[in-house]
């Protein structure tokens, strides 16, 4: 099948999975219009004029030293983290999205990786403990660490205890939140680390209904723009930026903060499992069937797509386009699934 007849074609299941706008595009309802202006020109290593307003506007927003927006997701974002916070050894997650050990190698790092146990009771790995850091910390010295939080399935780190440790040994923390982009705002999601880490990383696409690739680094160390200047492209997309800037925008709203205090209080009144800390990661599980079987029964029964799968568990995704049908939809299909009927 080629690209064009691919996004022809119609998806007949309910997705909870990324990209989170759910394809209803409620926040970027004029994307189609702004794509009509694809212009060219302005070197965004030296955004001057509008894109560095937006960006400072965003750091306004989001209480940073440096706010940029990224074009090529979360995976850009970490790349010039490293590179622009200058750590020649730095520890990563042996279990870490293949982006931090890209990063760490373009930036000529000395890689040392810790592991994490396996979470027997969801068959997961959970984020790293403050005491595990400080143990890793003490043992190796690095210059840096990358830290995920939350993980896919929605466990966070306790972010203020890591900053506190990290600054306190002079170890530089970058935090990869491409799952938490909501978190700034609502005080019910776990705590953002946009303003405790020296780096973070958010993609707008996986849960704040951005479009794919677009996503966000947020800097209290160095100005990121020389490092992402050597990994983007000197022609940027207009339009693709202006979708950040105006899902921001939203985000930061108070129709936008209802909409994201309004998915949380229908999962709940909906009595939705709940595994992780981040209640929009619906995690399930079922005595007696692996997360395998019980995906392929949510797939092939009802219709519904979930977002990442292990041996115990599955994960459905929600974000700011899950309404509150998608999500009695998956009631039910869980229901029946927990009680033999599906
Ligand atoms: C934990 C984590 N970090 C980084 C990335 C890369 O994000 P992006 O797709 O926005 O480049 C992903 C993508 O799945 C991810 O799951």
Same mark, same amino acid.
């Given at each position: 099948?080629?690209?064009?007849?691919?996004?022809?074609?119609?998806?007949?299941?309910?997705?909870?999975?990324?990209?989170?706008?759910?394809?209803?595009?409620?926040?970027?309802?004029?994307?189609?219009?702004?794509?009509?202006?694809?212009?060219?020109?302005?070197?965004?290593?030296?955004?001057?004029?509008a894109?560095?307003?937006?960006?400072n506007?965003?750091?306004?927003?989001?209480?940073?030293?440096?706010?940029?927006?990224?074009?090529?997701?979360?995976?850009?974002?970490?790349?010039?983290?490293?590179?622009?916070?200058?750590?020649?050894?730095?520890?990563?997650?042996?279990?870490?999205?293949?982006?931090?050990?890209?990063a760490?190698?373009?930036?000529?790092?000395?890689?040392?990786?810790?592991?994490?146990p396996?979470?027997?009771?969801?068959?997961?790995?959970?984020?790293?403990?403050?005491?595990?850091a400080?143990?890793?910390?003490?043992?190796?010295?690095?210059?840096?660490i990358?830290?995920?939080?939350p993980?896919?399935?929605?466990?966070?780190?306790?972010?203020?205890?890591?900053?506190?440790?990290?600054?306190?040994?002079?170890?530089?923390?970058?935090?990869?939140?491409?799952?938490?982009?909501?978190?700034?705002?609502?005080?019910?999601?776990?705590?953002?680390?946009?303003?405790?880490?020296?780096?973070?990383?958010?993609?707008?696409?996986?849960?704040?209904?951005?479009?794919?690739?677009?996503?966000?680094?947020?800097?209290?160390d160095?100005d990121?723009?020389?490092?992402?200047?050597?990994?983007? &492209?000197?022609?940027? +997309?207009?339009?693709? #930026?202006?979708? @950040?800037?105006?899902?921001?925008?939203? %985000?930061?709203?108070s $129709?936008?903060?209802?909409?994201?205090?309004?998915?949380?209080?229908?999962?709940?009144?909906?009595?939705?499992?709940?595994?992780?800390?981040?209640?929009?990661?619906?995690?399930?599980?079922?005595?007696?069937?692996?997360?395998?079987?019980?995906?392929?029964?949510?797939?092939n029964?009802?219709?519904?797509?979930?977002?990442? &799968?292990?041996?115990? +568990?599955?994960?459905l #995704?929600?974000? @700011?386009?899950?309404?509150?049908?998608? %999500?009695?939809?998956? $009631?039910?299909?869980?229901?029946?699934?927990?009680?033999?009927?599906?």
């Open positions: 099948m080629g690209l064009v007849s691919l996004l022809k074609k119609k998806n007949r299941t309910t997705l909870f999975t990324t990209p989170s706008h759910g394809g209803k595009f409620f926040i970027l309802h004029k994307f189609y219009q702004w794509y009509k202006s694809d212009i060219s020109e302005t070197d965004t290593h030296d955004p001057v004029s894109l560095l307003q937006a960006e506007k965003a750091a306004k927003i989001y209480g940073t030293k440096y706010t940029k927006f990224l074009t090529n997701g979360s995976t850009s974002g970490i790349i010039a983290a490293v590179l622009a916070s200058g750590v020649k050894k730095i520890l990563i997650w042996d279990k870490a999205h293949p982006c931090h050990k890209s760490a190698k373009l930036a000529g790092c000395e890689i040392i990786e810790y592991e994490l396996l979470d027997q009771e969801w068959g997961v790995y959970r984020a790293i403990t403050p005491s595990a400080a143990e890793y910390l003490q043992k190796y010295s690095p210059e840096g990358i830290i995920t939080s993980t896919y399935e929605g466990f966070t780190a306790n972010i203020e205890e890591m900053s506190r440790i990290c600054r306190e040994k002079g170890v530089k923390l970058i935090v990869d939140e491409a799952h938490g982009a909501l978190y700034p705002f609502s005080d019910k999601l776990p705590e953002s680390a946009v303003k405790h880490a020296d780096y973070t990383v958010q993609s707008l696409h996986k849960t704040a209904g951005g479009l794919n690739p677009t996503a966000l680094l947020h800097s209290n160095n990121p723009s020389e490092a992402l200047s050597m990994i983007n &492209t000197t022609s940027p +997309s207009y339009p693709l #930026l202006a979708t @950040i800037e105006a899902n921001i925008n939203y %985000l930061n709203s $129709k936008g903060r209802k909409k994201i205090n309004e998915l949380i209080e229908n999962i709940k009144s909906i009595n939705l499992p709940q595994g992780g800390d981040d209640i929009t990661k619906i995690l399930i599980k079922k005595d007696g069937i692996s997360g395998y079987e019980l995906s392929n029964i949510l797939f029964k009802c219709k519904i797509e979930d977002e990442r &799968t292990n041996n115990v +568990s599955t994960m #995704l929600t974000g @700011i386009g899950t309404d509150k049908k998608m %999500l009695m939809r998956l $009631k039910k299909a869980i229901e029946g699934i927990y009680n033999g009927k599906n």
